[in-house]
């Protein structure tokens, strides 16, 4: 196998890693496509372990665009949310895959240093060894523990682990849209949790709620006030947006808002709207997401090591 070969057999995962670090598809895409410029130019017959050494590369460019993300992050006006993707079914039957690239938990890494997400992504969602994600973050293998742990108690204490069986969800998702979508405010209230969280993200490009909607009366006026001015040649879509029920609202040909629906076993906890044009270009082509390579599901660094020149930066 040649070198794009190599490289087109591990690119879902590469994406995976880049998007769940960087919280956007433009910027996963561009890490990918920077990393294979980079792998392009490897002796690749130096490297003992290929899946190893594009991880390690990914995560540094990945880690690069984060933090300079974050710098335009701190004029955003409004709450920022992940920019929506389409995912395969088959992604809300992986338990790991599905809550982290869910909206909740995406918004809750936000709230990381770019070392501490990089270091959680690794560790929690792809399992690498803290040698070889002490490698990618160039921090010592001490440090990269100590990250994890503060890292993992940080997203725990904002994140709750609780399952959630994927078919009830959906189900409790489909209630809420249908009461939406027939203007049933009753059912509406009853399907929402009593301290549900609304979050909106506009950009400051369109109309959109500059801070969180708290608790189901509040929500449910929201989206009241919202469906009295009606979308022009309004058209509306269910979809799996980040392995979680979701609505893509179009306005004659144009994606105009999509919504995506959290819950419980019983009511809904939490609705993502995000209307930001810049970031709905990814609301109609599916992607990939993996982590593992398809044919098995090896430890990152079996079988090699990260050892290669030229190091990627």
Do not use: C
Not at 27 to 44: I, K, N, Y
Not at 115 to 139: G, H, M, N, Q, S
Not at 145 to 172: C, G, T, W, Y
Not at 186 to 205: I, R
């Amino acid at each position: 196998m040649g070198t794009a070969g190599v490289f087109e057999e591990h690119r879902s995962l590469l994406f995976t890693i880049a998007y769940e670090i960087t919280g956007t598809v433009t910027d996963a895409e561009d890490v990918v496509q920077e990393s294979f410029l980079r792998w392009s130019g490897v002796d690749t017959e130096a490297v003992q372990n290929p899946r190893a050494y594009l991880a390690k590369t990914v995560t540094r460019q990945a880690l690069n665009s984060l933090r300079a993300a974050q710098r335009r992050r701190e004029d955003y006006i409004g709450p920022w949310l992940p920019e929506p993707v389409v995912t395969a079914p088959d992604v809300a039957e992986n338990a790991v895959l599905s809550e982290s690239l869910s909206f909740a938990m995406l918004v809750v890494l936000e709230t990381l240093s770019p070392d501490e997400r990089a270091v959680f992504v690794l560790r929690e969602v792809f399992d690498f060894p803290y040698e070889e994600i002490a490698e990618a973050t160039d921090k010592s293998p001490a440090a990269v523990r100590q990250i994890a742990s503060r890292a993992k108690a940080h997203v725990r204490a904002r994140r709750p682990r609780f399952e959630v069986d994927a078919r009830q969800q959906r189900a409790v998702a489909d209630r809420f849209l249908t009461a939406l979508l027939g203007g049933d405010m009753q059912s509406l209230m009853d399907v929402l949790a009593p301290g549900a969280v609304l979050l909106s993200d506009g950009g400051g490009k369109v109309t959109a709620a500059r801070k969180p909607v708290i608790g189901a009366d509040n929500i449910v006026r929201f989206l009241t006030g919202i469906a009295k001015n009606p979308l022009p040649d309004l058209r509306v879509e269910s979809s799996s947006l980040n392995g979680m029920p979701a609505l893509i609202i179009y306005s004659g040909d144009r994606v105009d808002l999509v919504a995506l629906v959290e819950s419980s076993n019983e009511q809904v906890t939490g609705i993502y709207l995000v209307r930001n044009p810049d970031k709905l270009g990814a609301t109609t082509k599916a992607r990939s997401f993996r982590t593992h390579l398809p044919h098995r599901a090896p430890v990152i660094g079996e079988g090699g090591t990260w050892r290669v020149d030229p190091t990627p930066r």
